[in-house]
C-alpha cells in the first residue's frame, strides 16, 4: 500500500474509492475469468462486495465507539467465500449501481471524519485502531479491486 503523508482521513477514504471504481469502469469487459490472489479468488462483483463490506463494517465500528458502546462482531464470509452472485456478468447497470453504492459510503465516510477533531483522530474512543489509522486502513481497500485489475 502507498503511503500518503499529507492525506486526511478522509481523502484516505474517497480516494480508495476512487481508485476501485476507476479500475470498476473497466470491468463490463470482464470474461468471466477468476483472478486467483493468494490463497483467494477474485471477481469484479466480489470486489465490489468486499470494498463494500469493509466500509460498512468499519463504520459500523466507528460509530459504535463514538457512541460508547462496543461494536458489533461482524459475520461476513469476507473474502473466503465467492457466492453465485460474484460470477454473474458485470454489467453497465452493475457499475452504475457500484458507483452509487461505494461514492455513497465514501461520503458518509468523509462527512464523519471531517467532524473529528485531531484529538478524535488520533485518540478515539474504545479498543482498536485510531479513527485515524482506521482511514488508512480502508485505503487498503484497494487490494481488493487492484486482485481483478484494469481489464481495459
Same mark, same amino acid.
Given at each position: 500500500m502507498t503511503e500518503h503523508p499529507h492525506e486526511t482521513p478522509a481523502q484516505a477514504v474517497t480516494g480508495m474509492v476512487d481508485h476501485v471504481l476507476a479500475l470498476a469502469a473497466t470491468w463490463t469487459r470482464w470474461d468471466g475469468r477468476l483472478f486467483?490472489?493468494?490463497?483467494?479468488?477474485? @471477481?469484479p462483483h466480489k470486489a465490489v462486495r468486499r470494498v463494500a463490506d469493509h466500509l460498512v463494517d468499519h463504520l459500523a465500528e466507528l460509530e459504535a465507539r463514538l457512541a460508547g458502546e462496543e461494536?458489533? *462482531?461482524d459475520h461476513w464470509h469476507a473474502s473466503t467465500v465467492t457466492t453465485e452472485a460474484d460470477l454473474a456478468a458485470f454489467t453497465q447497470e452493475d457499475l452504475d449501481e457500484a458507483r452509487s453504492?461505494? @461514492?455513497r459510503l465514501a461520503r458518509i465516510w468523509a462527512n464523519r471524519l471531517e467532524t473529528l477533531t485531531d484529538e478524535q483522530?488520533? *485518540?478515539s474512543p474504545g479498543e482498536g485502531w485510531s479513527f485515524r489509522e482506521? *482511514?488508512?486502513h480502508l485505503r487498503g481497500s484497494t487490494y481488493y479491486a487492484d486482485a481483478v485489475g484494469e481489464l481495459s
Open positions: 486467483e490472489i493468494d490463497d483467494r479468488v477474485y @471477481t461494536p458489533q *462482531a453504492r461505494l @461514492t483522530l488520533d *485518540a482506521l *482511514a488508512r
